[in-house]
């Protein structure tokens, strides 16, 4: 029998810090310990980080559906949504329980309630749902109905965090397409950012003369951006094809960065100029650098709240003219 995950509910009695901006795990690597262990850098960080501020959605994809692999992929989305702002509430889903009673329209999304619409619902402009792993089945936290209202919830302007176990892009895609998902390529354009992870990489062989070893998350081997339906002047839908924000080279031991290429559709889904974009985009960069830089003679460790509180203070301090457009 397939061990099957704890609902989210249970996450106070696993050490999960619940308060209303976090619900995630106390003590796993952080977006710093991820980019000191080096399953990520800081340009992707940097540019990850600007477009969650956006509220555009994240999917972490990994093979295996061992326990262990599970929690590596939630491992490396943790860490990530370090970046989130604290402007964004974290709404955990309730699994084979979640009835979605906080959530207007999503009859119009498919639904079928059994409990009448809570109040307050939650601001969908202000809400990134946190849906834990997506699959068609058990070992999965969200499956079948629940995964396909979840990803069509973006349409309404949630935002989205969630894993899925799939080896690549395609193979994610082919998972959420099929029953008893069945989400559309149109609704699955909505994605927005899929890390695809590879667990079997953690860490390079630790060398002692190179400092302090720290949390690792699982290694980011690609990342890809879903670029969302658009349509032109006369209405007619334009479908884009995914493109990859940057993919590991183990040749060279860095990654190679795509991004540049998109620029312009980044900056208009933000609501940015393309050089105001840019320039924030390597800021933010600078800024996660600087953090994550480590003094070999101290086994310092900075903790969730002093990250999300330097982040802030990162926020505020943004370069006048890289603002949103008015």
């Known amino acids: ?158 935002g989205l965090a969630a894993t899925a176990e799939a080896a690549g892009l395609e193979e994610l895609l082919a998972l959420l397409r099929r029953r008893p998902i069945g989400l559309t390529d149109d609704e699955l354009s909505n994605l927005g950012i899929v890390l695809v992870v590879d667990p079997s990489r953690l860490l390079e062989p630790h060398r002692p003369e190179a400092g302090p070893r720290f949390a690792s998350a699982p290694k980011v081997v ?26 590991w080279d183990p040749k060279i031991a860095r990654f190679e960065h795509f991004a540049w290429g998109i620029a312009g559709e980044l900056a208009q889904r933000l609501g940015r100029r393309t050089g105001d974009f840019e320039l924030e985009r390597e800021r933010r960069s600078a800024v996660l650098s600087g953090l994550a830089v480590a003094d070999p003679g101290h086994a310092d460790r900075p903790d969730r709240t002093t990250i999300r509180a330097a982040l802030d203070r990162a926020r505020l301090a943004e370069l006048p003219g890289t603002g949103h457009r008015h």
């Open 222 to 247: 690609a990342a890809h951006y879903l670029r969302p339906l658009a349509r032109d002047v006369h209405g007619h839908p334009q479908r884009l094809p995914p493109a990859v924000l940057a993919t």
């Open 1 to 158: 029998m397939v061990e099957r995950p704890r609902d989210w509910r249970d996450a106070r009695r696993e050490g999960v810090d619940l308060d209303r901006h976090a619900a995630r795990r106390l003590g796993g690597p952080t977006i710093v310990d991820a980019i000191r262990s080096g399953s990520l850098d800081a340009e992707l960080a940097g540019l990850v980080w600007l477009l969650l501020d956006g509220g555009v959605p994240i999917v972490v994809a990994g093979p295996g559906l061992a326990a262990e692999a599970r929690s590596e992929r939630r491992a490396a989305l943790d860490a990530v949504l370090d970046l989130l702002p604290a402007t964004r509430t974290l709404r955990p889903a309730s699994g084979d329980d979640e009835d979605f009673a906080w959530m207007a329209g999503a009859e119009t999304l498919g639904w079928r309630r059994s409990l009448p619409v809570s109040v307050p619902v939650a601001n969908p402009t202000s809400t990134t749902i946190l849906a834990g792993e997506l699959g068609g089945g058990p070992p999965a936290d969200l499956t079948g109905d629940r995964a396909r209202l979840i990803v069509r919830a973006i349409g309404l302007g949630f």
